[in-house]
């Protein structure tokens, strides 16, 4: 038998809970099919456990650094690793489980957990049951992507999902991919005591950022003697006995390198393969993102895709914003856009890298006549009083309507610091509003007017 919905929403992650609750409180008929872990990638295999080993991680740093603040501590720094995924799992459990509890609890929801695949454009199958809807909504999100290395079939690796399960610290630990999964994850092994390699295929670690970003990044992660290894294409793998070996080809260093354990963080492949797409006739792109305009709609009318899977945004707060455009849309008859929002996110490594907007390489190639400032980090007062001098400070502004382009702002609390930016530039305010404004002593948020402050046309000539 068929059991009819208003909506179905196929992926429990960070955009299909709310729109599903939502949709369900506006007294339509709605299912939500989860396949895994309620909550998706962010809950249980991304930005939660990541932050909460990170977190694990800095204490442990700076118990080393102890004694550069006058602390002694009597005995040696040791992780325990049990603990610290106990710790983790607790944090995890909390959320996927809230998330749960939120969806069984709400009325007019009923929940399936199985895979769903497409038999029509309207026509969801969940093992031996078949559902269907008028509106059809995709959060599948995605996957780790496994590249086609030689040898990789020999040896054992992990991804973001299977490095979940360590309660170890790894004797060494190689890490392929220089981007920001990789950055994360080895900064935070090399302090739970792993000697870490980071093996970059690209001339620069996180390409995507400017090249000043990139190399004060490197500089931060070889200062606690992490090794990393640029341009060097990852050949060949194979098994040496009980470590492992990577063939680099690459122009300088060693050919190889060994280790105890392997990490593979090269990138992300949507979750769409498995969907029965082609019998709904959802259009993908090459590389299997389902195609959505401005509103989230895809090819056929009726059937949404929102979050990782349609290649608009790879982060919760994008997938969330998804949500928000679309029940903006089909429930409060406000027209919302996926081209109204601004670029923004964070890397967490420690410090972080709080970014908004454009990158000063984005704006030159735009031939944007622009004005640009930066700060190193030590001229921070309050990155000095917290002995957190690393970094630096960089803002764009557009020379004739004065709205800022961008900015990068590697350093300590970053990722909060960002937001100030990031407010006036929605507000699309002239940066003056934030040079006037009085801002707290001592953070480091009180530094951004001054930097304002010595803003200089950028040079057209020096290209990033
Ligand atoms: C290591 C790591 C760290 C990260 N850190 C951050 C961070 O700090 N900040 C940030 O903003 N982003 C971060 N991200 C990215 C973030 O996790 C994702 O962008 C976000 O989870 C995407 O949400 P989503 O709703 O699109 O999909 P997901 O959260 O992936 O959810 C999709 C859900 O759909 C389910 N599903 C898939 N196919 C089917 C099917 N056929 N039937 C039923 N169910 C199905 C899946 O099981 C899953 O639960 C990180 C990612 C990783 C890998």
Redesign the pocket.
């Known amino acids: 038998m068929t059991i009819t919905y208003d909506a179905v929403i196929?992926?429990?992650?960070?955009?299909?809970p709310p729109l599903a609750v939502r949709l369900a409180g506006a007294g339509r008929k709605v299912a939500i099919?989860?396949?895994?872990?309620f909550?998706?990638?962010?809950v249980n295999?991304?930005?939660i456990p990541?932050?909460t080993l990170i977190a694990s991680a800095r204490v442990a740093h700076m118990a080393r650094r102890a004694m550069e603040y006058g602390i002694g501590i009597d005995s040696s720094i040791t992780v325990d690793m049990k603990r610290v995924k106990e710790r983790k799992d607790a944090v995890v459990r909390r959320s996927n489980e809230g998330v749960e509890k939120w969806l069984r609890g709400t009325e007019n929801l009923t929940v399936y957990k199985?895979?769903?695949?497409f038999e029509d454009t309207r026509q969801l199958r969940i093992g031996d049951e078949i559902i269907e809807a008028g509106q059809i909504f995709i959060?599948?999100?995605?996957r780790?992507l496994v590249p086609p290395l030689p040898g990789l079939d020999q040896v054992s690796y992990f991804n973001?999902s299977t490095m979940m399960k360590v309660d170890f610290v790894p004797e060494q630990l190689i890490v392929v991919g220089g981007s920001y999964?990789g950055l994360?994850f080895g900064q935070m092994y090399r302090r739970f005591g792993s000697e870490v390699t980071i093996v970059e295929m690209g001339p620069r670690l996180i390409r995507r950022e400017d090249e000043d970003v990139s190399e004060a990044i490197r500089e931060i992660l070889q200062n606690e003697s992490i090794h990393i290894r640029l341009d060097a294409e990852c050949i060949a793998l194979e098994k040496q006995g009980d470590k492992i070996a990577v063939a680099l080809n690459c122009s300088t260093g060693d050919k190889k390198v060994t280790g105890s354990h392997l990490l593979l963080a090269v990138g992300?492949v949507p979750?769409t393969d498995?969907?029965g797409l082609d019998k709904a006739g959802v259009a993908v792109d090459q590389r299997g993102y389902v195609q959505v305009d401005d509103q989230l709609c895809t090819n056929v009318p009726g059937i949404y895709a929102?979050?990782?899977?349609n290649g608009r945004g790879?982060?919760?707060?994008?997938?969330y914003n998804d949500y928000e455009i679309v029940a903006g849309n089909l429930l409060d008859n406000d027209k919302r856009r996926i081209s109204d929002r601004i670029t923004a996110?964070?890397l967490?490594t420690d410090p972080p890298l709080g970014r908004a907007g454009m990158t000063e390489s984005a704006v030159r190639k735009a031939g944007r006549k622009a004005l640009m400032a930066t700060r190193p980090m030590t001229r921070v007062g309050r990155a000095v009083e917290k002995g957190e001098t690393q970094g630096f400070m960089k803002i764009l502004v557009d020379a004739e309507t004065k709205e800022i382009l961008g900015a990068s702002l590697l350093g300590i609390e970053c990722d909060e610091v960002i937001h100030s930016i990031l407010d006036v530039m929605y507000a699309k305010a002239p940066y003056t509003v934030i040079q006037r404004a009085m801002h707290i002593h001592p953070t480091i948020t009180e530094l951004i007017p001054t930097l304002l402050g010595e803003l200089k046309p950028l040079d057209p000539s020096m290209n990033s």
């Open positions: 196929i992926g429990a992650g960070q955009a299909g099919v989860e396949r895994n872990q909550g998706g990638t962010c295999t991304g930005c990541t932050k199985g895979h769903a695949r959060n599948v999100g995605a780790a973001n999964v994360e992300r979750n498995d969907l929102l979050g990782d899977c790879a982060f919760t707060h994008t997938s996110y964070a967490y």
